[in-house]
């Protein structure tokens, strides 16, 4: 049975490609699961328009990502820590904490788009990397000051 995709599915192709199944897989499996439908030319049709809905959805998405990049990019993080001897700090600065700091000034990031390779131990200027979406990045300059 031919089907067209209209997802990605791993090992058998991508999204918009017809490609020939065995009719039970395409009945059971595929087109319940919204992953295909059967290649025939309404069906053609409607995955077009569905095509270039997701289109115009990306791209209005990564518009309002770069524009929160932008705002990210002038933004300014202030967190205090306590310090000991040498101003050696207690504790670390991490993803979850910078998370908190971006939701008080209205930003809601997820702590896993958080992009630090390791927790802030010391105290200074950082620049952290935040993932906005999946090609867009912004850097937050964070300071760690003593308390």
């Known amino acids: 049975m031919k089907i067209i995709l209209r997802e990605d ?4 192709g991508q ?3 017809t490609v020939n199944v065995k009719a039970g897989f395409a009945r059971n499996y595929l087109i319940p699961q919204n992953l295909a439908y059967p290649a025939t030319r ?3 049709r409607i995955f077009d328009e569905e095509k270039k809905l997701k289109d115009n959805r990306n791209a209005r998405a990564s518009v309002l990502a770069e524009q929160l990049a932008a705002k990210l990019g002038n933004l300014s993080l202030e967190t205090s820590v306590k310090v000991g001897d040498e101003d050696k700090v207690f504790g ?4 979850a904490d910078i998370s908190t700091l971006l939701a008080d000034k209205g930003y809601k990031i997820d702590k896993r788009d958080i992009l630090l390779e390791e927790p802030l131990k010391a105290l200074g200027i950082y620049n952290v990397p935040v993932k906005i979406a999946a ?11 003593k308390e």
């Not at 670390?92 to 993803?95: E, N």
């Not at 090609?135 to 000051?145: L, M, R, S």
């Open 135 to 145: 090609n867009i990045k912004a850097e937050v300059k964070v300071w760690v000051i």
């Open 92 to 95: 670390a600065v991490t993803a």
């Open 42 to 44: 309404s069906f053609s």
């Open 15 to 17: 999204a918009g490609e």
């Open 9 to 12: 599915v791993e090992s058998m």
